[in-house]
């Protein structure tokens, strides 16, 4: 597969995986892991092995989710929670559970989320799935009732995975902003860097009161409620965990955890999103929008389809306007349809993305940072990512095996773009199948080509990487609804691609080089 980037070294995924070590173990690990991450386990006996499935019925609906849970408990499976949005439920079970639940009348799909078994399901919470806990909003006008897996930011200058030894830096007061110059922000304040030749024309940034009407969630490794820049922009009403797939919305239970890999991430993506306009720190795209932050990132750290599918439903009935999601899925990096486990999985990912859509909410993801076209035959060599021991077998995969949730219908998916306005040179690519491209910084040019945002502690990192990319865009979309309260998810959409494409002349690397860019180079909407 040839492939023409601009110069450039290539970002290595930035969360290393490990793998290897015995049975017996491994599931001391998952026990330590599973207590500590507050999902306590009910042990069944000795040498039971459950595998997590998604069970999808064929009717999308609360009746649909009723079937499901009924044939899976027919299969001696447990029922941990339904989905009653999109006619699903999550069960763990033993045996050859799948294969008796498929071949039941009413059920469309089943998949296993995992491959790697743990030693029961996680016990039940008290308060734990309830979808409807603080959705009626109120005054703040939220609408009651929508990776891969990490999009894996690099540190800039260093390949190391964010979260494990990330290197912070001194407090930027709200300076050298040139990702906000490149949007074509206006509220610049003095030492912000000026805007370039690759800079937007100036748009319109809604006053606070305006964006405050408006919710967007992060849907990450968990967000620092507690740090200056994101106080006032964390909405607790509207914030959970969905680590385990059910949604907690038990105070705190969307900050992150971290005794996990990359627990900062989520921090850094909503910094970029929303951080307060106050003089310290950064600033967001939308300053001033409120933030349900969403904790996907499980404690044996992997995003896991029931993980997406329940942050997309809680995000979808809290009313969030935008829903970011700046990682790919786990354990498979693509999902192909000849495969029943990661079809099943698509299916179920994609019917919560578009309830999302459905509700008003534009969903944005990551394209991702491992240079490929995604329109193209592409390799896979790390999947599954949950493998109890030995490498990983290379795949060679064709078009119809896709990223989730960047390459369902759709969603808008967004690539990176340097400093000079080029394509950064790990990004993942594609005509037709990326959408915008946005700021994401380049990890080999020090902090001031990268993005800087807010770090767990009150800090700040500088990061690049297709997750920063996509949670410009999520503050653009926001900043779109201020201005256009009744614009409905398409609309909003339509909106950022349609000003993109305004200022965005042809030509190789050039941000109407569609391969690259979609539809354009963000520019904040008027």
């Not at 027919?74 to 050859?96: C, K, N, S």
């Not at 946005?438 to 502690?457: H, K, L, R």
Request: glycine share 14%; proline share 8%.
């Amino acid at each position: 597969m040839a492939q023409a980037h601009p110069p450039g070294r290539p970002a290595r995924a930035a969360r290393r995986r490990r793998v290897g070590g015995p049975a017996r173990a491994l599931l001391a690990m998952l026990l330590t892991a599973l207590v500590l991450g507050g999902a306590v386990p009910s042990v069944s006996g000795p040498g039971r092995s459950y595998l997590s499935y998604l069970v999808l019925a064929e009717r999308e609906d609360a009746s649909g989710a009723a079937r499901a849970g009924a044939e899976s408990r027919a299969a001696g499976g447990q029922v941990v929670q339904e989905y009653p949005q999109i006619g699903a439920v999550l069960t763990y079970a033993t045996g050859r559970f799948a294969d008796k639940v498929r071949s039941r009348p009413g059920i469309a799909a089943v998949g296993a989320t995992r491959t790697a078994p743990v030693v029961a399901p996680p016990r039940a919470v008290d308060g734990a799935g309830d979808f409807t806990v603080g959705a009626d909003r109120g005054a703040h006008g939220a609408v009651g009732a929508d990776a891969l897996g990490a999009v894996r930011a690099v540190r800039a200058g260093d390949d190391r995975a964010a979260g494990s030894g990330t290197a912070t830096v001194p407090d930027p007061a709200e300076g050298g902003a040139w990702n906000l110059a490149m949007l074509g922000a206006t509220a610049l304040r003095t030492g912000d860097a000026s805007p370039g030749p690759n800079s937007a024309p100036a748009g319109v940034v809604p006053d606070p009161e305006a964006l405050h009407r408006v919710l967007v969630a992060v849907l990450d490794s968990g967000v620092d409620d507690t740090h200056p820049d994101l106080r006032a922009a964390v909405d607790p009403k509207a914030s959970a965990s969905c680590a385990d797939g059910r949604p907690d919305a038990r105070t705190g239970a969307w900050r992150p955890d971290p005794g996990v890999g990359e627990s900062g991430h989520g921090t850094h993506v909503a910094g970029i999103v929303g951080a307060a306009r106050d003089g310290r720190g950064v600033t967001g795209v939308a300053p001033g929008v409120r933030i349900a932050a969403v904790r996907l990132l499980g404690p044996l750290g992997q995003y896991y389809a029931e993980n997406m599918v329940c942050g997309l439903l809680w995000a979808a009935d809290h009313g969030a306007k935008a829903v970011n999601n700046s990682y790919f899925a786990d354990p498979w990096k693509y999902n192909c349809p000849e495969d029943r486990d990661q079809a099943a999985l698509t299916a179920a990912v994609g019917r919560a993305a578009g309830y999302a859509r459905s509700k008003g909410a534009v969903v944005v993801a990551s394209a991702g940072n491992d240079a490929q076209d995604l329109g193209a035959p592409r390799t896979d060599e790390r999947s599954p990512n949950d493998r109890v021991s030995g490498p990983a077998q290379t795949r060679y995969l064709g078009t119809e095996c896709v990223r989730l949730p960047g390459e369902l219908p759709g969603v808008v998916t967004v690539t990176a773009v340097n400093r000079d306005g080029h394509p950064s040179a790990y990004t993942n690519f594609g005509r037709g199948r990326v959408s915008l491209a946005a700021p994401g910084g380049d990890p080999d040019g020090g902090p001031q080509n990268a993005i800087v945002s807010d770090w767990p502690g009150g800090q700040y990192a500088a990061l690049a990487g297709t997750s920063m990319a996509a949670a410009h865009v999520t503050g653009a979309v926001a900043v779109a609804a201020a201005l256009h309260p009744d614009f409905d998810s398409d609309a909003l959409a339509a909106l950022l691609a349609n000003t993109a494409a305004a200022g965005c002349p042809p030509g190789p690397y050039a941000c109407g080089d569609r391969q690259y860019f979609g539809a354009g180079l963000l520019a904040l909407p008027r």
